[in-house]
């Protein structure tokens, strides 16, 4: 028994040192053809570190994000950058779009003193699915400016159900 519970918290102390919590899971995929193989249409993930279009691009390390919800223990970062599955290989070609709403709350500086609330709307995000299995031309957004966000919550609206969210991450 106890070489199980070594063993069990060895493995643990292996696994990447992204944070997981219910809605996201456990299991990072690592290569573009993971991403793609592993999840339907529609998948969100998590690309941990990144706070940037420019670090999202440049990394191969997904952690998927579950379909609604509160996201939990997510990493203490100074953003965070979101990526979709676009592959489909009975739709490649296809056009879509995504359109993404954010609302923080906390105390938030602006330039005339602090607010409790924003809300922003992103702009449209146009995109084709793709039939190639490593692509790395998938949809992404990321999010900055978090100084005294609490609560940030983000609204996916697509032009395909599969491809719509709704999360809120409390900091």
Same mark, same amino acid.
């Given at each position: ?30 290569? !573009?053809?993971?991403?793609? @193989? ?6 969100? !993930?998590?690309? %941990? ?12 390390? !997904? ?11 997510? %990493? ?10 676009? !592959?489909? %290989? ?26 409790? @609330?924003?809300?922003?709307?992103? %702009? ?40 719509? @969210?709704?999360?809120?991450?409390? @900091?």
């Amino acid at each position: 028994m106890i070489r199980w519970v070594a063993a069990i918290a060895m493995v643990a102390c292996l696994v990447p040192q992204v944070v997981f919590a219910a809605s996201l899971a456990s299991e990072v995929k690592t290569s !573009f053809r993971d991403m793609h @193989r592993d999840t339907d249409f529609g998948a969100w !993930f998590l690309i %941990p570190g990144a706070f940037r279009s420019a670090d999202a691009r440049n990394t191969k390390k !997904f952690g998927e994000v579950g379909d609604t919800g509160e996201i939990e223990g997510m %990493p203490d970062q100074r953003g965070f950058c979101f990526a979709m599955n676009n !592959f489909d %290989p009975d739709r490649g070609g296809a056009q879509e779009s995504l359109t993404i709403t954010l609302i923080k709350t906390g105390k938030l500086p602006t330039d005339t003193g602090f607010v409790d @609330r924003t809300e922003e709307a992103m %702009p449209t995000i146009p995109f084709l699915v793709t039939a190639d299995m490593v692509s790395k031309n998938f949809p992404l957004f990321c999010i900055s400016a978090l100084t005294g966000v609490e609560t940030l919550e983000i609204s996916i609206a697509g032009s395909s159900q599969a491809t719509e @969210r709704s999360w809120s991450i409390r @900091r």
